[in-house]
């Protein structure tokens, strides 16, 4: 079996995609129980005109399409950044076994930051968590993308 820092990568080269067409860079990647890469995605809201095209819903999304189903037994989500309460919703409604995450987003992060979605106790789903994967270089890349963006030399 793969690594966690193996799949981060995969997810870091969805991230990349969302930067290179001016999205905030989050990507994610959804690996079902053998190791295999079943969905991936990256954030595209703007490109796409839609507030859910969050990198976890579009690699949900593709994971269920794959699979033939919505539920995703047995699969681990990889995100370069922590989810957001809409995320982690549909992750939770996905019945993800595991939730492995990179950097830590202070503002709307829903696993650790602001609050534990998972661990409340009015969910049937219990969803196992792994956080600061790959976490300081992830947040070095965020940061940079925002820093362009301000200084006017970034795409979108």
């Not at 997810?11 to 890469?37: C, F, H, K, M, N």
């Not at 995100?79 to 990179?102: F, N, Q």
């Amino acid at each position: 079996m793969r690594s966690d820092e193996f799949y981060m990568h995969r997810a870091l080269e969805q991230a990349e995609r969302a930067a290179s067409a001016g999205e905030v860079p989050v990507g994610a990647v959804v690996v079902d129980a053998a190791g295999e890469i079943v969905g991936a995605g990256f954030n595209a809201p703007i490109a796409g005109h839609d507030p859910s095209a969050h990198a976890e819903i579009r690699a949900l999304r593709d994971a269920g399409a794959r699979l033939g189903n919505y539920r995703l037994d047995g699969c681990t989500l990889y995100v370069t950044l922590e989810p957001c309460l809409m995320c982690t919703g549909a992750i939770i409604h996905a019945r993800l076994a595991r939730v492995v995450y990179g950097a830590a987003e202070p503002r709307t992060g829903m696993v650790e930051s602001r609050a534990n979605l998972f661990a409340q106790p009015w969910y049937n789903h219990r969803v196992a968590v792994e956080g600061g994967v790959l976490a300081t270089r992830i947040s070095k890349r965020l940061k940079a993308f925002f820093a362009e963006r301000r200084s006017g030399s970034g795409a979108g």
